[in-house]
């Protein structure tokens, strides 16, 4: 472990960033979250020494749509709207603006913003075209995979180029590239010729299907799986359930302990005070809450998402943060991201940067009092909901969600933690109904969209 630093010798103006996501990993499933199934001592750990945005969200609880707005801090319906659309040509990501602050760049694991369509056939080998990567100065990834043993991962160009099937577990493996890519770079940072870096390690796990190496699949039984309150006691749902949980926290155990092999790196190379660290997902997974499996719907086991912003340097004026209830959502993430490394956000990203709670900068001033939630386009995919839908949630507590017209979804979540009361159609909270509805039709005008809000 590197020797604390005072905070007066930190050097933070140009500290390097890492983001850790992983793929439908629900924010209710790590240990200091409160599931009492899982082991995720690093993730617990990084909560401890940072900020937990306790309810930060996916503003579109699918992969594509939220990787579209987690580049640009847009929103989906004015960039990326569906599954399977391409990232729009020409529009910059958050490369963009760290490259022109002296960053280096890169981008490791799962893209999915090609534009390939299933139906074509298998995505693990589609060549992403160059102008589709993001602008990252190192890019070794793959639009899309479903099978964690045989993950291929491509990059470069011209006779550089290179496609080639990573070894054994895809988490293990793409850790491997990450952790080879910061020890380069430690060393340069060390021997004060480096830049200050930005990398992403993007995996698919713990996505469907839900399977890790035995050494972590051996430690979770199905039958001792305790299911959240709002699984319905159905013999058939609670079997799915169980099973799919076990391996689900496989993955996400065998990815916490990745995270601690890239974390125990940075403090051996010595620029763990230097780095930050963001552990987030995008979207989570209903796992047989309210009787549904997988996302694209309101409900907290679907939207609500991890974001753990920490780093080895845990105090910057001697206060520690701890855990907010910032309603940080997906376009949040690249200005938050800026912020932390001294840059403004350029004009085109829409999102609020939560810098400053990392920061231990205390104000509220200017922060957004709920988050936008959207469904653009639907999927068309089993266990999901097949429409259009748009809603919010609050700082203070409170959902709501509409169909075109239509309400859909409304819950106290102080008081119904597991949304288990709908009161969207309950006349006794017309008055807060309508203060909800006026909200989202604000937010529709602010942002551009054009999706009919009922009246009330």
């Not at 930060?56 to 749509?65: D, H």
């Not at 319906?77 to 990501?93: A, D, I, N, R, S």
């Not at 231990?360 to 097949?386: E, F, M």
Request: glycine letters at 10%; one cysteine or more.
């Amino acid at each position: 472990m590197a020797a604390q630093l005072a905070v007066k010798d930190v050097p933070v103006e140009q500290p390097n960033v890492i983001w850790l996501l992983a793929d439908q990993h629900r924010a209710q499933a790590i240990a200091s979250n409160g599931d009492p199934n899982v082991r995720t001592p690093n993730l617990d750990r990084m909560s401890v020494g940072g900020v937990n945005f306790e309810r930060a969200v996916s503003g579109f609880p699918l992969c594509c749509p939220f990787r579209g707005s987690l580049l640009t801090g847009k929103y989906p319906h004015e960039c990326v709207p569906g599954h399977e659309y391409p990232l729009p040509k020409g529009q910059p990501t958050i490369a963009a603006p760290l490259k022109a602050a002296g960053y280096e760049t890169a981008w490791f694991g799962k893209w999915h913003l090609g534009g390939f369509h299933e139906r074509d056939g298998r995505a693990a080998k589609f060549i992403v075209p160059e102008d589709l990567r993001g602008g990252f100065d190192q890019w070794v990834a793959y639009e899309n995979n479903n099978s964690q043993w045989d993950c291929w991962v491509h990059g470069g160009s011209g006779k550089n180029a290179f496609l080639e099937r990573l070894p054994g577990y895809e988490t293990d493996a793409l850790t491997d590239l990450v952790i080879r890519y910061v020890k380069e770079k430690a060393a340069l940072q060390k021997a004060g010729k480096g830049k200050p870096f930005f990398a992403c390690l993007s995996v698919q796990p713990p996505h469907d299907p839900y399977g890790a190496p035995e050494e972590y699949m051996s430690r979770y039984n199905p039958g001792k799986i305790e299911l959240r309150p709002n699984v319905p006691r159905v013999a058939k749902m609670e079997a799915t359930a169980r099973r799919d949980l076990a391996g689900y926290y496989a993955m996400i155990e065998n990815w916490d302990a990745n995270i601690g092999r890239l974390r125990k790196v940075l403090e051996e190379g010595g620029i763990a005070f230097r780095t930050h660290l963001m552990a987030f997902s995008d979207h989570g997974d209903m796992h047989g809450s309210h009787g549904m499996f997988r996302k694209m719907t309101v409900h907290e086991e679907s939207i609500r998402t991890p974001m753990i912003v920490s780093g080895e340097q845990q105090v910057y004026d001697g206060r520690s943060v701890g855990r907010v209830n910032a309603p940080m959502n997906h376009v949040d993430i690249a200005p938050t991201t800026l912020g932390l490394c001294g840059i403004r956000k350029p004009d085109w990203m829409r999102g609020y940067d939560y810098s400053g709670l990392r920061l231990s900068k205390r104000s509220r001033d200017g922060q957004p009092d709920s988050a936008y939630l959207q469904s653009v386009i639907p999927t068309g995919h089993s266990h999901s909901i097949n429409k259009a839908w748009r809603g919010l949630v609050t700082r203070d507590g409170w959902k709501y969600a509409c169909f075109e017209n239509t309400s859909w979804a409304m819950f106290n979540l102080n008081d119904d933690p597991y949304e288990q009361m709908n009161l969207a159609h309950n006349n006794v909270y017309r008055a807060e109904r309508k203060k909800l509805i006026d909200r989202l039709k604000q937010w529709g005008a602010d942002v551009g969209d054009p999706f009919a809000i009922p009246a009330d």
